[in-house]
């Protein structure tokens, strides 16, 4: 079977079957080809419905878990977003589908150099991404309409909640490693309503506002 029917079958078997209905996100799944961001020993699972690994010591998120949080996000065509943990740059290129603009966080210099090169190479408009700690964010372009985190931290990165835009959306993974939540939160004016999603489970935060990281990682 052919990467294209993959994903088209990814989209149905494992994304409208299990509640994602956001007819944008499903169009942008099918778009984004999805062996690009994956190791080429891993490239024949690029579809499979589980995290795969990056290099780095890294996984690229299961393709549910990317839809389920960009629908969550509710990213319109107008939308700046800033994609926190960008990895390989799955999860940015999808939203690049979705929004106007995306900026890309990633701690691992060499995860961030590869992230370029994949998304350079399917053309994708206004899309960055820098090398940093993503507690801290990128707040050169914000405030953002929409923050999507793919790493659990114990507590939501107070730089990052400063650069949501008032009604803006934050989707990030909270807890411990074996008890972490999706969470969701909308910015209104100083504060914030939060509302969970269920159990998910993530690689850890990495810097200041997690774990620190190993010197040979960056």
Same mark, same amino acid.
């Given at each position: #079977?052919?990467?294209?029917?993959?994903?088209?079958?990814?989209?149905?078997?494992? *994304?409208?079957?299990?509640?994602?209905? &956001?007819?944008?996100?499903?169009?942008?799944?099918?778009? @984004?080809? /999805?062996?690009?961001?994956? =190791?080429?020993?891993?490239?024949?699972? $690029?579809?499979?419905?589980?995290?795969?690994?990056?290099?780095?010591?890294? =996984?690229?998120?299961?393709?549910? !878990?990317?839809?389920? #949080?960009?629908?969550?996000?509710?990213?319109?065509? =107008?939308? /700046?977003?800033? &994609?926190?943990? =960008?990895?390989?740059? +799955?999860?940015?290129? @999808?939203? $690049?589908?979705?929004?106007?603009? !995306?900026?890309?966080?990633?701690?691992?210099?060499?995860?961030?150099?590869?992230?370029? /090169?994949?998304? &350079?190479?399917?053309g994708l408009e206004d899309v960055a991404v820098r090398v940093g700690d993503g507690g801290y964010g990128w707040a050169e372009h914000g405030p953002y309409d929409a923050i999507?985190?793919?790493?659990?931290?114990?507590? %939501?990165?107070?730089? *990052?909640?400063?650069?949501?835009? &008032?009604?803006?959306? #934050? @989707?990030?993974?909270?807890?411990?490693?074996?008890?972490?939540?999706? %969470?969701?939160?909308?910015?209104?004016?100083?504060?914030?309503?939060? $509302?969970?999603?269920?159990? %998910?489970?993530?690689?850890?935060?990495?810097?200041? +506002?997690?774990? /620190?990281?190993?010197?040979?990682?960056?």
């Amino acid at each position: #079977m052919s990467h294209s029917r993959r994903r088209l079958d990814m989209v149905t078997r494992q *994304l409208r079957a299990r509640g994602i209905q &956001d007819a944008r996100v499903l169009a942008a799944m099918a778009a @984004v080809p /999805r062996e690009q961001f994956v =190791t080429r020993e891993q490239n024949l699972e $690029a579809y499979a419905d589980q995290p795969l690994p990056i290099g780095a010591g890294q =996984t690229i998120s299961q393709p549910y !878990v990317v839809a389920r #949080m960009a629908e969550l996000a509710e990213i319109r065509p =107008t939308d /700046r977003v800033l &994609d926190i943990g =960008t990895g390989s740059g +799955y999860q940015a290129a @999808v939203l $690049a589908k979705l929004s106007h603009s !995306v900026r890309g966080v990633e701690i691992r210099r060499e995860l961030a150099e590869l992230a370029r /090169r994949n998304l &350079d190479e399917l053309g994708l408009e206004d899309v960055a991404v820098r090398v940093g700690d993503g507690g801290y964010g990128w707040a050169e372009h914000g405030p953002y309409d929409a923050i999507l985190v793919a790493a659990a931290a114990r507590e %939501v990165p107070v730089p *990052l909640a400063a650069q949501l835009a &008032d009604g803006g959306r #934050m @989707v990030i993974p909270l807890g411990e490693p074996r008890g972490q939540e999706l %969470v969701r939160l909308i910015r209104h004016g100083d504060g914030f309503t939060r $509302a969970s999603f269920g159990p %998910v489970r993530f690689v850890a935060f990495m810097g200041d +506002y997690g774990e /620190r990281l190993a010197p040979s990682g960056n």
